[in-house]
């Protein structure tokens, strides 16, 4: 059996098991709330959330359509209006700010506004998006105690690994 521990997952899991969020129950299926293995105190004990991957909603976009890029943390957070993130972008208009919407007792946190809260919207030229490592603006907590600030520095590992997507 792999082990887990109270920071991190195993690396040869399932596709379920990957998305393990820490709970005071112990490592929980985000979708379900069944636990896969139970540690007391889990979250109180792992400290503050960490993110543990960056995804986009789609493998490649249309010019014009909408986008989303999911942050996820290893236990759930909560987030406070405003928040954001530098969506870079080799064309000629510049990048973007993605912006979350209020979120509360998440494992995946959706950034998929702009500033007035409408869909984050692409712009009409072709191009590329990335994410770059970063750190996140704005307030998220751990939602296990609501006070404890969570990870917001997306690492250049983690940036890498959600990969390109062509705009055509």
Do not use: C, H
Not at 1 to 29: V, Y
């Amino acid at each position: 059996m792999p082990i887990w521990t109270t920071e991190t997952q195993p690396k040869s899991l399932t596709k379920i098991e990957r998305k393990a969020i820490a709970t005071d129950r112990g490592w929980e299926d985000s979708a379900t709330s069944e636990i896969l293995i139970a540690i007391p105190q889990l979250a109180t004990l792992a400290g503050q959330a960490n993110i543990v991957s960056v995804s986009f909603d789609k493998a490649a976009y249309v010019r014009g359509e909408a986008v989303a890029i999911t942050v996820r943390y290893n236990e759930k957070v909560n987030v406070a209006a405003g928040a954001n993130l530098n969506l870079s972008w080799t064309g000629t208009n510049g990048d973007f700010r993605a912006y979350a919407a209020v979120q509360s007792e998440v494992g995946e946190v959706v950034f998929n506004k702009d500033v007035a809260g409408n869909p984050l919207v692409l712009f009409t030229e072709a191009g590329t998006l990335f994410v770059s490592a970063q750190t996140i603006v704005g307030t998220i907590k751990d939602s296990n105690n609501g006070t404890t600030v969570s990870e917001k520095a997306i690492s250049a590992p983690i940036a890498t690994a959600a990969g390109t997507r062509v705009v055509a």
